[in-house]
């Protein structure tokens, strides 16, 4: 081939281009109509290109601080800047996990009243916390799960705290509440699991609050944050001990 050849094909080539282009904006190739839609297609696609981007960089810093958040301070703090984000329902979770556990039931029966107070003012933010996670949660049943498994467990901590300082006709919790979120927990966990079995076995021997399991269940309760003497035949671990029968110490199963 000529080097003249070349020279002409390029040519020829961008002649082509301009004046397909030219056309193309004259409405001569397609109507007018079509060429707006497959500008506006065009302009679509390239915005929702550059919103699914500014977006995947904005998720990725909002994990980031998530893992870097060392102290449930700093978690409360970046749920608030996040509250509609998955990372903020996240948040919220880890935090009650944390009020509900360690700084729970894990203090329930210090040995000062100050941190026994302490405690039980945790396991109350953590039924709050949990109760407002739960819907947010309902299509996840993971998380719904470990929100009801929390919500009865902070719930059967709370039959044994009264409202009022040495008034025993008053308690923070109920055993139909506890009951109520088992209930419920043995249906949301997968079936034939421990959470959906144990959940369902322990519910229906709390169910009837004049049994002996009930009450026995009760009298632990108090008996572990009120400090009140224990009868030697009940077993503080048993149903109503911390943990409420599940694995794992504290606020959740590990």
Same mark, same amino acid.
């Given at each position: ?41 065009? /302009? *679509? ?8 981007? +500014?977006? $995947?960089?904005?998720? #990725? %810093? ?96 709370? /039959? *044994? ?8 006709? +008053?308690? $923070?919790?109920?055993? #139909? %509440? ?77």
């Amino acid at each position: 081939m000529s080097a003249e050849q070349k020279e002409t094909e390029p040519n020829a080539l961008a002649t082509s281009l301009t004046s397909g282009w030219t056309n193309f904006k004259q409405g001569k190739l397609v109507s007018y109509k079509l060429m707006a839609l497959v500008l506006i297609l065009v /302009v *679509g696609l390239g915005l929702w290109w550059y919103i699914a981007a +500014e977006r $995947r960089k904005t998720t #990725s %810093k909002q994990w980031l601080e998530f893992d870097e958040a060392s102290s449930i301070a700093k978690l409360e703090e970046l749920e608030k800047r996040y509250p509609k984000a998955p990372v903020g329902r996240v948040t919220d979770l880890v935090v009650a996990r944390s009020l509900l556990g360690p700084e729970g039931i894990d203090q329930i029966n210090a040995k000062t009243a100050e941190q026994r107070a302490k405690a039980v003012e945790s396991v109350e933010k953590a039924r709050d916390l949990l109760a407002k996670l739960l819907p947010q949660f309902e299509k996840d049943p993971i998380f719904k799960a470990e929100c009801l498994l929390g919500l009865a467990k902070a719930e059967a901590t709370l /039959v *044994g705290v009264p409202v009022k300082p040495n008034e025993l006709t +008053e308690f $923070r919790g109920k055993v #139909s %509440k506890v009951v109520e979120y088992l209930d419920q927990l043995a249906v949301a966990a997968a079936p034939d699991t421990p959470w959906a079995t144990d959940s369902k076995k322990l519910a229906d021997a709390l169910r009837n609050e004049q049994a002996q399991t009930s009450a026995d269940f009760v009298r632990i309760q108090r008996a572990l944050t009120i400090q009140a003497p224990l009868p030697p035949e009940l077993d503080p671990h048993g149903p109503g001990g911390p943990g409420l029968g599940f694995p794992g110490k504290g606020g959740f199963p590990k």
